[in-house]
């Protein structure tokens, strides 16, 4: 069965403008610079990539295909990453350079659809949409990351708490609507309201919940309060779970088996049996939850690449749903209608 990994990135912070194009560019001059990078990090920063050398190094479609093996992944979807172009068109530059990237050639899977970044909030939300458009015919959607966190200790992606529910915001995503767009919803768990509040705003539009509303500190001890002890940790998976159960109300929100190797989670590098059961409850319940027809795995690679291989992440997942993991709709036909991927 050909497989569809429906949440990559690709970069290359040598020749385009990414954030970490500065230190992985001065890393290639003086590798010595390498090892040390780590300590000067800030904490949050360390906490939330846990091995920074992947982000200082291109991630083509070559290093996927050495990570998944031949015939692993047929095709991918690739999401933003980070570009930092300049102006308010800056963004169209990633949609336009991922077009030019060797995907489908000696044995790399194919490019079926790109979620591209758009910030709904800005006036010019329309016309750097429709620019995303004309740059690829498989633009299918926008991601505008929206997670914050009031621990200091936790890396931030929005420039607010509830980024999701600005007014602003609120309003300029009706160009998203009005384009058949799908939007990907990258929020901490705490921020999950946020999330419901937006996906009923837009019944008609089609919303895709990453990597689990990622529950900071589940696993273990993040930033300077969060998950400090085991029955704060108990907290944040209950309340995660509830938040969880109320947006699965809404049938316009999928979501996706991925960002079980984030760090931010709360882990390291662990044997998978112990990954396994660790994360086992956000498996277990993202599948009631939504069901079968709604989920579907992503890799999130190279992300997660430091806690979980590409294919223990299918390992894990077939272990913890057991007869419930339905091969064909978790790894193939429910990415592909969502993102309407060609045959």
């Known amino acids: 069965m050909s497989v569809i990994d429906a949440h990559?990135?690709?970069w290359n912070p040598f020749t385009t403008p990414r954030k970490a194009s500065g230190p992985a560019k001065a890393a290639r001059r003086a590798p010595f610079l390498r090892p040390v990078l780590p300590r000067v990090l800030p904490s949050a920063t360390r906490e939330f990539i846990g091995d920074p050398q992947y982000l200082l190094s291109p991630y083509l479609p070559a290093d996927y295909l050495a990570d998944?093996?031949?015939?692993?992944?047929?095709t991918i979807?690739?999401?933003e990453a980070g570009w930092h172009g300049k102006g308010p068109m800056g963004p169209v530059g990633e949609t336009q350079w991922l077009s030019s990237l060797p995907f489908g050639q000696d044995g790399a899977p194919a490019l079926g659809a790109i979620v591209a970044y758009a910030d709904p909030s800005t006036p010019e939300i329309a016309d750097v949409l429709d620019a995303h458009l004309r740059a690829s015919p498989l633009v299918r959607g926008i991601r505008c990351m929206g997670a914050h966190s009031d621990d200091p200790g936790v890396m931030n992606w929005a420039p607010q708490a509830h980024w999701l529910t600005q007014p602003a915001f609120l309003r300029g995503f009706s160009a998203v609507a009005e384009r058949d767009l799908n939007f990907e919803i990258w929020v901490y768990a705490h921020q999950l309201p946020d999330a419901l509040t937006l996906a009923r705003e837009y019944p008609g539009t089609t919303f895709v919940l990453d990597h689990y509303a990622t529950p900071v500190g589940v696993l273990g001890p993040r930033g300077k309060h969060t998950g400090s002890t085991e029955s704060e940790r108990r907290e944040i998976l209950q309340q995660w779970h509830?938040?969880?159960s109320a947006l699965a109300e809404l049938p316009n929100v999928v979501a996706k088996h991925s960002g079980l190797g984030m760090?931010?989670?709360?882990?390291?590098p662990m044997p998978r049996e112990q990954l396994r059961d660790g994360v086992a409850p956000l498996i277990t319940h993202l599948d009631q939850a939504f069901g079968p027809d709604r989920t579907f795995w992503s890799s999130n690679f190279p992300i997660d690449k430091p806690n979980v291989s590409l294919a223990d992440s299918i390992w894990i997942l077939r272990e913890v749903l057991g007869t419930r993991f339905d091969e064909q709709r978790v790894l193939r036909e429910n990415a592909r209608r969502v993102y309407r991927v060609a045959d």
Not at 68 to 74: K, M, R
Request: glycine share 22%; hydrophobic share 35%; net charge negative.
């Open 68 to 74: 998944g093996g031949p015939g692993h992944v047929t």
């Open 242 to 244: 509830d938040d969880i």
């Open 77 to 79: 979807v690739h999401v």
């Open 263 to 268: 760090p931010i989670l709360g882990a390291g």
């Open 8 to 10: 990559i990135h690709q």
